[in-house]
């Protein structure tokens, strides 16, 4: 016992040597090539006095970041994840300066802008050198895990011994889809799915609700409901605000209305952990959580996650490096699109390079830093959400090269989490999964030359820009709202009724992909479509009848909710089926439409795009080239990639529907985890949902 601890330190002071070593070695070679940096006198030193200044230099500089950036991180905490990655070389540099400063002599000595590039240069080759003699070896890696996990259990007062309940890891891969999984399986792109698929895991396809996004996704999943969430983002007549799914104000608004509702905490109640979610899903264990990002003081622990993986000045100087090189990918890939004349094509200008990076980059790492010391701290469950794939799939398309590269990167991920898996105080089960997909397709405006907005206000007869007053769609509903009004005037003086028909605010149009909702906030009740007509005679008829719009759900005083399609269509809602104007859209779809029907903020007019089965394409009332949101293809369609030894989630063979059952599946392997387990085969027996 005794001898492996003196081998185990003598292999850890020979680690340090070798990095101040390969760290001296390293400022020399940038003394001489950086005009700007001097380890010299002015009068000039030899060689061996340069080589002791360097190696005074390097060691203060490692001494300074061992000691000193985990306070400067911490106290760093309040100020926002992509300003923070930014002045990551910054506060590196400034403690190379400190570090010059602190050789005997003055002999140090560089320009503030050539201490960040040999700060960072330094932080990244110590890093390497740092982790190669770490892992050169299984069982060198193996020790470093191992202590790092006794570390924490001992911070927690645990003993040694290896826990029997096996633990859970939710891992969540934002956007996609089952179909995209499963291509990217097939095709070799994430080998580490592959070789789950069908020898450790089942992939089992699930239906989300109308609402096929995050927001409404996430909340069904870790509370238990999405009641009232009929979108992305919607218009509340009661409060008078609108509600936007990844705003934090809004998120904490929603996950406090769920656990009101169902009176639980959430999926991760007991020792469970949410890193990069919307919701906390009861955890108490936090790391970039929105819903509590809006709080402040001691109640937001959302940021510690920064600090956990930021303490660390290697994983700072790494993740800016990997953000700054992120920011180059996209600009030239969207230049080399550009180039080629690709086609549809969105805007990927402005700040959208940088906000992929801190998806792709910055979120990812933190995340994945999270999850692992979560694993050897041996937590009961964790959920996590990778962003990255969502984030490109709007932009680039769900099937381009680019978004498949992000799922290679991922895939490192998965693979990365999994080994360490092996060395937790605990087995843990790794579940994947999504909460929606996209559906390509060229945008609403792309095709037809103006905004949803522009064609509502031009069917309500109010102004529209003048590039949508001159496309064909804007002038076609400028046309008929001007006949509907002449007509609704002649009708109102030929019954002596008032001259001036029924008027109220103009109407507040929200995108959620390709679902848009419509709602006139004058009134504080729903509008029914004969109020609608009355105000705006055309409207209805100019929204049912376009070309790029699938199907209306309005409230009818005669005949309650009504689905309104092309060539005139219009079915009760109690009456809908899968057959109708719902057909193309495939099973559930009516189901889906009756629910969201009910909620009490569903908007005046729910506007869903049309769907091409054929293509399997959309029309996006954002500037999306990959989409979700509503109904239409491979968006409504994510995935559960789960163990064979946990239950079928499926056990009935009538597909798997909505976020609030996979919420039911997910706790019944929870409660699986915590006694004996029963391998089962792909097509074994399972417990039936709760």
Sequence with gaps: MAEGRWRSAGSALLRVIVVWAVSTLTMLALAGLLPDFQLQSDDGDSITRTAITAAWGAGAFGLLTALV???????????????????????????????????????????????????????AVASTTSTALAVRDDNAYRRRLSRLADRRRRRRGEDGVRTQSPGTVFLQLDGVGYEVLRAAADDGVMSTVAGWIGTTHRLTPWRTDWSSQTGASQLGILHGTNHDVPAFRWYEKDSGRVMVSNRPASAAELQRRAIERTGDGGLLTVDGASRGNLFSGGADQLALVLSMAARRGKANRSREGYFAYFSDPANAVRTAVSFIAEVAREIGQSTRARLRGDRPRVGRGGLYPFIRAFATVVERDVVVAAVIGDMLAGRTAVYADLVAYDEVAHHSGPHSRDASLVLERLDRSIALMAKVAEHAPRDYRIVLLSDHGQSPGNTFEGVYGLTLKDLVRAGCGLPVSRRADRSKSGAEARDAAGDALRSALHRQLADGADEHPERGSDPIVLASGNLALISFPDTAERLSREQIERRHPALLRTLASHPGIGFLL?????????????????????????????????????????????????????????????????????????????????????????????????SGGKGLTGSERVHRVLRRWLRECEGPQVPLGPDGPGQGLP
């Design 69 to 123: 950036w985990p306070v400067v991180v911490r106290a760093l905490l309040l100020v926002p994840a992509l300003v923070l990655g930014l002045l990551v070389f910054f506060l590196n540099g400034s403690l190379l300066l400190i570090a010059l400063w602190l050789i005997p002599d003055g002999r140090g000595a560089a320009d503030p802008e050539t201490a960040v590039v040999v700060a960072a240069v330094m932080s």
């Design 554 to 650: 309005v409230r009818s005083e005669r005949h309650g909710s009504l689905v309104l399609g092309p060539g005139g269509a219009e079915v009760p809602v109690t009456a809908l089926d899968d057959d109708g104007p719902l057909a193309v859209y495939g099973p559930g779809a009516a189901e889906a439409v009756r629910r969201t029907d009910s909620f009490p903020h569903v908007a005046d007019i729910m506007v869903n795009s049309m769907y091409d089965p054929d293509a399997g394409t959309v029309h996006a009332f954002e500037e999306q080239i990959g989409s979700h949101g509503g109904l239409g293809g491979e968006q409504s369609q994510p995935f559960l990639l789960s163990p064979l030894d946990l239950s079928a989630p499926d």
